[in-house]
């Protein structure tokens, strides 16, 4: 059903990957992430098994360790070094997946993106998929070879906790949050330790798992539509996402990136940075 997408190209199947292993420009991201209270080790994980030739990007790691914020986004000259280091170069396909199916991906394709990086997808359904279909794993540790690569920071695919706070008089954008309804509702504890209940006044709600089937995959491109609408969301207008922390407003951003929309970006503190006592309001 990828035809009923605006851009099918941000997403690649796992007979497509199959296919195109050997691919001297394909570069293969695992970008397996676990939130601090999962306790799962997403590089143990990793070193296990990982899809041949996968590299692993650190999504903790490489991040602004400035900042007492959890994986914010870097300067462009530390993702430039790190995902050098990584044998990623200028001209690459890169190819992300993760652990979960469709979850921390997301992120990183988004994390790509903000920093100049034109072709590069996520695997639909993620390693659950691709090992449900017996597909070859491999624990060998990668040996890459140091590329270019050229980190131009697009800021207009990212906003600030002061650009919210702007946001609440002008309207002008609007606030999609990628958490459970729970959350969303103060009706669940937050997970993020010390953060206060509920969300940001005006916001939206559209938990990220409605935009997945059961195996992890996208729903189509129509029924990916109908989700945003029934959120309240206007296709037509300009859309910022949040969530925890970053990660799953990516999967909110790819899902609108996939039916044609043009003006996103993500809220990189989100609720990890808005939901902390301060200034900044919250509605239950």
């Given amino acids: 059903m990828a035809g009923s997408y605006a851009h099918p190209e941000y997403l690649v199947s796992t007979d497509w ?47 602004d360790s400035t900042v007492d914020l959890p994986h914010m986004l870097p300067p462009p000259e530390k993702f430039a070094s790190r995902v050098r280091r990584l044998g990623i170069g200028d001209g690459n396909r890169i190819v992300v997946y993760d652990g979960t199916g469709m979850m921390s991906a997301a992120r990183v394709w988004w994390m790509f993106r ?26 060998l540790p990668p040996n890459p070879r140091e590329r270019h690569f050229s980190a131009r920071l697009d800021n207009t695919q ?8 702007a946001n609440l008089t002008s309207h002008r954008e609007q606030v999609l949050d990628a958490r459970s309804s729970g959350r969303f509702n103060a009706t669940e504890p937050e997970l993020w330790p010390g953060r206060r209940p509920g969300h940001i006044p005006g916001s939206k709600n559209l938990p990220y798992t409605q935009l997945l089937r059961p195996d992890q995959t996208f729903h189509d491109g129509d029924t990916l539509r109908a989700k945003f609408a029934a959120a309240g969301i206007d296709l037509k207008k300009p859309v910022v996402t949040t969530c925890g922390s970053g990660i799953t407003a990516s999967v909110l951003a790819l899902g609108l990136a996939l039916v044609g929309h043009r003006d996103i970006a993500v809220y990189d503190g989100s609720w990890a940075e808005w939901g902390l006592p301060g200034d900044t309001p919250v509605e239950p």
């Fill in 17 to 63: 990957l199959a296919a195109n292993l050997a691919q001297p420009d394909l570069r293969i991201v695992d970008a397996t992430y676990y939130l601090p209270m999962q306790n799962k080790n997403a590089r143990a994980e990793y070193d296990e098994r990982h899809i041949p030739g996968a590299i692993f990007f650190d999504i903790d790691e490489i991040a």
């Fill in 114 to 139: 903000v920093f100049g990086a034109k072709d590069v997808a996520v695997l639909d359904g993620g390693l659950p998929k691709w090992l449900s279909e017996g597909r070859p794993v491999e624990d």
């Fill in 158 to 165: 990212v906003r600030s906790k002061g650009q919210l706070i």
